[in-house]
């Protein structure tokens, strides 16, 4: 059976990325591997939208939100987070695991942030150190008002810390436009990666925060990264840089417009459809909703375990449904990096084959039929 | 040119290894995921000779050095660092930098720690909470007796923490039996991939130290690691997995003992090799020379670095020479993973032709010669 993968990362690797992984491997103080660190590390920068350079490390995504709070805050510092979500969750978890006073902005799942509701938070919690918040909040497809939220601490030396492991190359995030502090991407969401690289872009006030941070930290150690830039301060994950290097040249060649442009198609179409099967959008707000993922409640009398569950054994297809108190309720059709209107064409279907087996009823095709004019008309 | 690498690792890595990173992704809860690392979590114990879970994270080695110091201990703990080699110096300065008191039994690179000389320090700092040491010291090529270390905190409440990174599957190292507490090790030796997975394995009394740890750590907390196991408590490198649930395989096709034979045979044979071409073997002691890397220092009028450069360049081959103050004086012929004795002919044919040309004069084939006499007296 054919094996496709409908969820929010790990993403469809193109087969031409997992060739570059899979050649002979290289060594790291090779002259072609440092040629390709370079041309790695020319790549990146653009794609945070900063003139600093963003560092490669082998560790998930959860590595890269660690090593931002070990490497900024210190201790007992206040901090707040904007939490709407299981990723939001993780960014409080591990900043009350360092010791770190943590105040939170808690919007309901399926939300985003308020804005105004974070700078009255800062208001009364006027000696926060730094303020954490998720791009796109990939348990629910929210996508947070990082901009926004960012221009409250503009002229404060308050740091933005940005998880956007889904959220960057998808939408637009320019770090130094936007001033934010320290963004955190990883490997295996839009750069259409396996997992295993995270990356770490710091700006001049982050620095000024790491020289006063007491935290211990090594591995990932911010000052260790910029010692040993432009090379890597461990032995560097190689299979996946030479998969990056060339993942770097297809978007390159798609260009991010185009690469945007498709997503937010892709997320249309996949509202659309859901729709049209009975599902409810699960993000009310079109303008806040992530084109990493779809995130949608299921009609009545669908059971989405049940769902999820014929869509893997029966179609070979792995879509992922709700976290925490959302397990059953929802379904996350995940769009992101290499997927385009034929893969969702494809994954529609099985979600049209797999609904009917289960007993709901719908024209057949009134899914697919969506995605088809919706891209159609993306055509013209 | 085709690329070969003669380094202590990454090392080469087989096409089969490579080709099983480079199928298609699987998602990471998929049910065929949850096979794989059963099966991975079953093979990996008995190469470390634990009935403990061996955790696998996605990083390099030094982050599992780093997670080792950030589970089990607490700032101003005492601790020894046994160091003879730019790991040992590794260890001191993670420790230095999560604030413990350490202690240092130094020896000169290029030998091994004395046992006497670590229960001496012992003696001397009865408090300290753990001991660290570097099993196959990879910057000289020296094989620390961990046993005998092991052996003098065995009723005592030390820890005992094991670099095994490079020493792991080479030699043997049955964490059980020689009553060690923590070991570490990494894909990019021993088990042929590319770098960026790491390995922990934790002692009963290793976990005692850990719930009386203070430090702060989230990704590579052991807690986090024993609450998801068998599972992963972050995106695994899903290519890597696959990767390694391959290599397993193939460990398990040869078997260890064939497997430490062979690498025995190499280092003999690269010794041998070295001694007719002129150099100097770097560690004295047969008996503690590491079988990862067979370490040397070049015959008077031989610069290591126009050597190595020359290996790259004419020959596409990649060996490393000396660290630190051994730059330009030392060579080391890494032989780890899938090397066999025709690989050693190439590499020592390369050294030759490279010696010859930069004006080193000996009988041709003098090198290569003691390979081929070495693995004929293997095959009888």
Chains 1, 2 share one sequence.
């Not at 601490?153 to 940005?162: G, M």
């Not at 993922?293 to 669908?302: E, Q, R, W």
């Not at 893969?343 to 709901?360: I, R």
Request: charged residues 20%.
């Amino acid at each position: 059976m054919k094996l496709r993968l409908a969820t929010p990362g790990p993403t469809e690797v193109p087969q031409r990325l997992l060739l570059a992984g899979a050649r002979e491997i290289i060594h790291h103080r090779s002259a072609e591997m440092e040629n390709l660190i370079h041309e790695i590390n020319e790549g990146l920068p653009p794609l945070f939208g900063t003139t600093h350079p963003v560092y490669t490390i082998a560790t998930s995504g959860t590595g890269a939100m660690e090593a931002a709070v070990a490497n900024c805050f210190s201790e007992e510092d206040e901090v707040l987070v904007v939490s709407n979500g299981y990723f939001g969750e993780r960014f409080q978890a591990i900043c009350r695991n360092y010791g770190l006073t943590v105040h939170v902005v808690e919007s309901d799942w399926g939300t985003s942030a308020d804005p105004r509701q974070v700078a009255e938070a800062y208001t009364q919690h006027p000696d926060i150190r730094g303020v954490f918040v998720v791009y796109s909040e990939t348990s629910t497809g929210a996508l947070n008002d990082v901009q926004a939220i960012a221009q409250i601490f503009k002229d404060t030396d308050v740091l933005v810390v940005v998880d956007a492991i889904s959220g960057l190359l998808v939408h637009p995030l320019p770090m130094d436009a936007w001033g934010l502090d320290v963004v955190l991407a990883a490997s295996h969401k839009g750069f259409m990666l396996p997992p295993g690289l995270a990356f770490i872009a710091v700006s001049d006030k982050a620095w000024r925060a790491v020289d006063s941070s007491s935290g211990p930290t090594y591995y990932w150690s911010f000052e260790r990264l910029r010692h040993f830039y432009p090379m890597s301060s461990s032995s560097p994950a190689v299979s996946l840089l030479l998969g990056l290097h060339e993942s770097l040249k297809m978007l390159n060649e798609e260009g991010l417009p185009a690469f945007r442009q498709r997503h937010a198609a892709l997320g249309r179409a996949s509202g659309r459809a859901l729709n049209e099967l009975g599902f409810t959008t699960f993000i009310k707000e079109p303008h806040r909703r992530s084109h990493v993922i779809t995130s949608a409640l299921a009609p009545d009398g669908v059971d989405t375990s049940q769902l999820l569950k014929t869509l893997s054994t029966r179609h070979g297809l792995t879509m992922t449904g709700g976290q925490a108190h959302l397990k059953g309720k929802l379904i996350r059709v995940g769009h992101v990096g290499v997927s385009d209107a034929l893969d969702l064409c494809a994954v529609f279907g099985a979600l049209e084959m797999s609904l009917l087996s289960l007993g709901h009823r719908f024209t057949p095709g009134a899914g697919v039929g969506e995605i088809v004019r919706v891209f159609h008309e993306e055509e013209k």
